[in-house]
C-alpha cells in the first residue's frame, strides 16, 4: 500500500469513555475506533512502560490484532478522513452512504490521489496507475469496522448493514485465491545440510549460521508453517530438555492456536542447530540474528525470506545447469510461502482427505483449503475422469 508523502496516520491514544455521538468529528472518532484495536485483548491495567522486551513480546501476542494490520488499519481510515474533510464531512453525522459509495468509485477511477507522488503524476499529465482490486478492497474494507463502532452508538444517519449491501454492488470482484504451483522442494530442503566448500564453516559463527538456515528450511519443509509463525518460535516450544518437539504450538491469524508437526529430519535439524548453541533457555528466540551489527535479536522477516531466496537461486543455477529451465524458473520465484503450498499440494495429491490438510495448513476453514487448491482439484477430476470413463465401442 503506497503511502509516500500522506500525512501520519491517527495515533491511537488510550480508550475514551466517552460515547460517540454524531457531532464527533472524524478524526476524535478514528482515534476511540484505533484504540481500540491497540487494546482488544490486553489486560487494561497493564502498563507497557513496565515491561521488558520478553514482556512486550507475550503482550503482542495476547492483541487481538497483529501490529502490522493495525497499522494497516490506520493508513486505510486516514485516507478516508482526509477524502471526507475535502468533501466537507466533519463530523460523524454528516456522513451518508453516497458518501461511501462515492469514496469506493473514486479509488476504482484513481480520482483520488493516495500519495504526493501520485498527485504530481496528475498535475504533470500522466497517467496514475490504477489500484488493484485487493488493494481497493484494502481500503475500504477497515471503514466497515470504524463505521460498525459509530453505528453501535447510534451515530450514523443511516445502518451499517444498509452499507454493507451497497457497497458489495460498487467494490471491484475479487478473484478466487489459487495458491501458485510450487516447483519440488525436497532438494531445496536439504540446500544447507552440508557445506557447499571448505569455507562454509571456517568460523563457529559461519557453522552456526548454516545450522540455523537448514533448522529453519527443514521447519518450513516439514510444517507449512508460515513464516511469522516459525520466526516467531521460541526454544521452549520445540524443545523440552534437550529432546525435540513432534508438535510445537502457534498463533496463526486471528491468533488462532494451531499445531506445527515436526517430522523426523526436521527433528535432526533443529537439535544439530540447538546443540551448536549450547541449548539455550526456553525463552531465547528459536531463530536468532547472527550478523555482527543485530547478533542475539529475533530473526526478522526480511532475513528469513532472504536464506530461503540465496538456497533457491542457488539451487535453480544448478538445476538450469542439468536442462530443467521451468524448473529453475519456479525455484528464483520461490519464498517461504512456497513450502506451505507445497505441503498442501503434497498431501493432496497422496490422497489426504481435504478437511485434514485444512487442518494441517490451519486454514481457517475448510472452504479456505478448497478455493486455494482448487486448481489440484480440477487436475484430479481430469485424472479420474481420463481413468475411469467409459470409451465408445468401435
Known sequence: MSTQGMSS???????????????????????????????????????????????????????????????????????????????????LGDLQIDDLLSYARSL????????QRAQQAHEAGQEVERLSSRTIHTYVRPLL??????????????????????????????????APTPPDLRRLAT?????????????????????????LLHLLFSSGARISEALGLNVGDV???RHILQQAKVYGKGRREGTLFIRRLAERALRRYLEARG????????????DRRTAGMRLTRT???????????????QVALEGKADEAELLRATSPHSFRHFVGYHLLNEGVALAEVSQIL?????????????????VQLQEVHDQFSADPLE
Not at 475506533?33 to 491497540?38: I, S
Request: proline residues 7%; charged residues 30%; hydrophobic residues 35%.
Open 9 to 91: 496516520a491517527p495515533q491511537p491514544p488510550s480508550p475514551s469513555p466517552q460515547p460517540l455521538t454524531p457531532e464527533s468529528s472524524l478524526e476524535q472518532a478514528a482515534q476511540v475506533w484505533l484504540a481500540r484495536l491497540q487494546s482488544a485483548g490486553l489486560d487494561p491495567d497493564e502498563q507497557e512502560d513496565d515491561l521488558d522486551d520478553e514482556e512486550l513480546r507475550l503482550r503482542d501476542e495476547q492483541r487481538h490484532l497483529a501490529r502490522r494490520t493495525i497499522e494497516t488499519y490506520q493508513v486505510a481510515l486516514s485516507l478516508f478522513v482526509r477524502w471526507a474533510n475535502r468533501q466537507g464531512r466533519s463530523c
Open 108 to 115: 476504482r477511477r484513481r480520482d483520488y490521489d493516495l500519495s
Open 145 to 178: 469496522g470504524f463505521l460498525a463502532l459509530a453505528d453501535s452508538f447510534g451515530a450514523l444517519a443511516f445502518r451499517i448493514t444498509a452499507l454493507q449491501a451497497e457497497l458489495r454492488r460498487v467494490l471491484p470482484r475479487l478473484p478466487d485465491p489459487v
Open 191 to 215: 540446500h544447507y545440510d552440508k557445506p557447499k566448500d571448505e569455507s562454509d564453516d571456517r568460523t563457529d559463527r559461519l557453522l552456526l549460521i548454516r545450522l540455523r538456515n537448514a533448522a
Open 239 to 241: 524443545c523440552r530438555d
Open 279 to 290: 541449548w539455550p533457555v526456553a525463552s531465547a528466540a528459536l531463530f536468532e540474528s547472527l
Open 303 to 317: 532475513s528469513g525470506w532472504r536464506i530461503v531466496h540465496a538456497a533457491a537461486e542457488s539451487l535453480a543455477s
Open 362 to 378: 490451519r486454514h481457517r476453514s475448510v472452504e479456505v483449503t478448497r478455493s486455494y487448491y482448487a486448481t489440484y482439484r480440477d
